[in-house]
């Protein structure tokens, strides 16, 4: 079962398939993940928050 490496939370494959970089079996951050985000190919620190 796939898990973001952020915050360990539970992901779809099909997810995983979409948003993990080419040959990664897991994503970097998820949509549960209240201090990083994605920014195109990139990860960074959440700015503001969001709204969780």
């Given amino acids: 079962m796939p ?3 952020n915050c360990e939370s539970f ?10 970089p080419e ?3 897991s ?8 201090d990083k985000l994605r920014d195109g190919a990139e990860i960074r620190q959440a ?3 969001r709204g969780n």
């Fill in 11 to 20: 992901v779809t494959e099909a997810y995983v398939r979409v948003f993990a």
């Fill in 23 to 25: 040959g990664m079996e």
């Fill in 3 to 5: 898990r973001c490496q």
């Fill in 27 to 34: 994503v970097r951050v998820c949509p549960q993940c209240e």
């Fill in 47 to 49: 700015r503001s928050s």
